[in-house]
């Protein structure tokens, strides 16, 4: 049994910083064990957007969506199960409900229920 709960969202102004912690529980092997780990992002209507991760494939890689890309940082705190995404000069394009995610070296998927950024001035 594997959780995540996400945390950190809220109401900001255009230009303004916010930072999201995700934090996992259960069989800690999992996040040692992982092919992915990292936040997706969805507004009503849309598909499920990736937003940044890690990648264990090809020796390891670090993903940004284009639109993020030099304003947010996504980073993880191995000893405590914990994935972060420091966004930064947030836009109103980023208001979304962002999820965090971890696809463990099994297959298994797994999703918080999500953290609301909302961007607006």
């Known amino acids: 049994q594997v959780q995540l709960v996400e945390s950190g969202g809220g109401p900001v102004q255009p230009g303004e910083s916010l930072k999201l912690t995700c934090v996992g529980s259960g069989n800690t092997f999992t996040f040692k064990a992982y092919n992915f780990m990292g936040w997706y992002r969805q507004t009503p209507g849309s598909e499920r957007e990736l937003v940044a991760g890690f990648f264990t494939a090809n020796g390891g890689t670090t993903y940004y969506a284009d639109s993020v890309k030099d304003r947010f940082t996504v980073s993880r705190d191995g000893a405590r199960n914990t994935i972060f995404l420091q966004m930064n000069d947030l836009k109103s394009d980023d208001t979304a409900m962002y999820f965090c995610?971890?696809?463990?070296?099994?297959?298994?998927?797994?999703w918080g229920r999500g953290t609301q950024v909302t961007v607006s001035s």
């Open positions: 995610n971890l696809v463990a070296a099994n297959k298994n998927e797994y």
